[in-house]
């Protein structure tokens, strides 16, 4: 995933979102980084780093939920 011409930031931040993916202690720099970017400020290369990273986390957190949803009941361990 690479900024540029690939994806724009806010289409990054809607991924996220949408993945509902745990941020965990990078929670508070993100709203902070949506905000900055709904008032349109340029983000920091360190905040447009971090959105990166975030979507990558949010596309892997997509994939293992879509694996998961396909695995059939009797390929799953008992009591998990």
Known sequence: MQLGGMEPIER???R???????LG?????FES???KHARREHL???????VL???KK??????AVESSA??????????C
Not at 16 to 22: D, G, L, N, P, S
Not at 25 to 29: G, K
Not at 44 to 50: A, I, K, S, V
Not at 58 to 63: F, L, P, Y
């Open 70 to 79: 396909r695995t059939e009941p009797e390929q799953t361990l008992p009591g």
């Open 53 to 55: 990273e975030l979507a």
């Open 58 to 63: 949010a596309e892997q957190w997509e994939k």
């Open 33 to 35: 980084i949506k905000e």
């Open 12 to 14: 990054l931040i809607r």
């Open 44 to 50: 920091t290369p360190e905040e447009t780093n971090l």
């Open 25 to 29: 202690e990078e929670e508070p720099m």
């Open 16 to 22: 996220i979102e949408k993945a509902e993916v745990t």
